[in-house]
T-cell receptor, first 115, second 112 residues
Framework: NAGVMQNPRHLVRRRGQEARLRCSPM?????VYWYRQLPEEGLKFMVY????????ESGMPKERFSAEFPKEGPSILRIQQVVRGDSAAYFC?????????????FGPGTRLTVT | DAKTTQPPSMDCAEGRAANLPCNHS???????VYWYRQIHSQGPQYIIH???NNETNEMASLIITEDRKSSTLILPHATLRDTAVYYC?????????????FGTGTRLQVFP
């Protein structure tokens, strides 16, 4: 059973460009979470999605950031007009749909560098 | 904000037990204690969780005090590969899962 997959693993963008980060959850998982980790800091929650729905986006910056989890295909975190402060590791996690206590399984992350 | 407090760093000799404490004095009755770790720059890895009873799995043991205001993660025989940042997190476990709120964690250094 493949784990959470993220691509690309490393992404370099110039200021003003767009960054697209992809996350494929574990098989059978329909909950996806995005977290951001700035250098030397802990992980910060950004957004929680189920298929075709945003459940909680309380951690998302109000501008330039968006996320989706379509019926088919991976979840996408999109950052428009990137700035140097967006440089960070972005982690995706997934959890199953069934009841009970849920562990979140994390992917290896995408390291975004804005030059 | 995180609802837990942990020491910023700890050392442990290889082969010895590593005991990582966590305070969660404001924990609610329906909140679980979860432990994750992050090795170097990898994605966090789930370790264990519990509500009020002590728990054990192949990775670790979790001891929760009777009043549930603190807990200890025990790695019974630490290895060099256990060097990581360990995060203690409290969260409500529902049918619809909720976000994880990470604090600053404990940086565990296992030395030979």
């Amino acid at each position: 059973n493949a784990g959470v997959m993220q691509n690309p693993r490393h992404l370099v963008r110039r200021r003003g460009q767009e960054a697209r980060l992809r996350c494929s959850p574990m098989k059978g998982h329909s909950h996806v979470y995005w977290y951001r980790q700035l250098p030397e800091e802990g992980l910060k929650f950004m957004v929680y999605l189920q298929k075709e729905n945003i459940i909680d986006e309380s951690g998302m910056p109000k501008e330039r950031f968006s996320a989706e989890f379509p019926k088919e295909g991976p979840s996408i975190l999109r950052i428009q007009q990137v700035v140097r402060g967006d440089s960070a590791a972005y982690f995706c996690a997934s959890s199953p749909i069934t009841g009970g206590s849920h562990e979140q399984y994390f992917g290896p992350g995408t390291r975004l560098t804005v030059t | 904000d995180a609802k837990t407090t942990q020491p910023p760093s700890m050392d442990c000799a290889e082969g010895r037990a590593a005991n990582l404490p966590c305070n969660h004095s404001t924990i609610s009755g329906n909140e679980y204690v979860y432990w994750y770790r992050q090795i170097h720059s990898q994605g966090p890895q789930y370790i264990i969780h519990g509500l009020k009873n002590n728990e054990t799995n192949e990775m670790a043991s979790l001891i929760i005090t009777e009043d549930r205001k603190s807990s200890t993660l025990i790695l019974p025989h630490a290895t060099l590969r256990d060097t990581a940042v360990y995060y203690c997190i409290v969260r409500v476990a529902l049918v619809s899962a909720d976000k994880l709120i990470f604090g600053t964690g404990t940086r565990l250094q296992v030395f030979p």
